[in-house]
């Protein structure tokens, strides 16, 4: 390991053959990279997103530590247990200690966290910095109404006692705002976890604007009244009402047309 870089020990395997469950992770993985990276969703290098490799316990994907959100492609990402062992890094660069130690507190804590998406953006790091947060101020943001965990800045996860603290801030919801540094969002699928980072972007960047208007957001903004929050997050969480997936694939054919090599 050198300074932020997890790096490969000698020996490690440098090829990705794998089972279909795995290459399809891979390439949901590579999608969800693309996706961000069209969306400007990105940090050059940093912030991070991982996938569960399934049928394999405590074995997660992420995208090589150099590699633009542009570039992903399912061949290359990086395979890591929760011990921080790399199992397989076709590039031999390696994994972003700082997203590791974050992505595999909220992996190995919580079941449901088959993908962990982390951004760093103006608008979501605005409000994770604003002390009321999220705000009902859009229906965007009534989909996490009642749901977002908030985590004081720490400086880096670097210890165990710090890494802790990840899963229990987040509690059960699926959302966490890291005060002065940015957005956790958790998912059963990598479409899932997209779908609820999109919005919650998109209510961050309306909460943004709206409070660019007035001095004083209380006396001057429309509210929605209490129960129709509670009842409009209720309708967000009926898996009746999910149209994730049907988002996924018509996101996954818009990088189709445009020819993006993500599979390779």
């Known amino acids: 390991m050198n300074g932020n870089i997890m790096a490969s020990l000698p020996g490690t395997p440098r090829h990705t053959r794998c ?11 590579a999608i969800a990279y693309r996706l961000f990276d069209m969306l400007g969703i990105t940090d050059l290098i940093h912030t991070h ?13 992420q995208l090589p530590y150099g590699h633009l959100f542009s ?3 399912a061949s290359d990402m990086v395979k890591c247990d929760i011990g921080g062992n790399i199992l397989s890094d076709p590039t031999g660069l390696g994994v972003s200690r700082g997203g590791f130690c974050i992505h595999s507190a909220i992996h190995q804590a919580i079941p449901r966290a088959a993908c962990v998406m982390h951004a760093h953006t103006e608008a979501n790091i605005a409000v994770a910095s604003y002390r009321e947060g999220l ?3 859009s229906q965007h943001a009534l989909r996490f109404y009642g749901k977002i965990g908030y985590l004081d800045y720490c400086g880096p996860f670097d210890t165990e006692e710090k890494r802790r603290r990840l899963p229990v801030a987040l509690g059960g919801g699926d959302v966490l705002m890291l005060r002065n540094h940015g957005a956790l969002v958790i998912g059963q699928s990598v479409a899932e976890c997209y779908s609820r980072m999109y919005y919650l972007e998109r209510a961050c ?12 957001a209380r006396a001057e903004l429309v509210f929605p009244a209490v129960e129709d929050c509670a009842t409009m997050a209720r309708l967000f969480e009926d898996p009746e009402q999910s149209v994730a997936q049907r988002e996924w694939v018509a996101l996954t054919r818009r990088l189709d047309d445009q020819g993006a090599d993500y599979a390779r």
């Open 19 to 29: 089972l279909e469950q795995e290459a399809q992770a891979r390439r949901d993985l």
């Open 49 to 61: 997103i991982s996938i569960r490799v399934p049928g394999e316990e405590g074995a997660f994907l």
């Open 71 to 73: 570039e992903a492609r």
């Open 205 to 216: 960047r309306m909460q943004v604007t709206m409070l660019s208007m007035c001095r004083d």
């Open 135 to 137: 705000l009902p101020l």
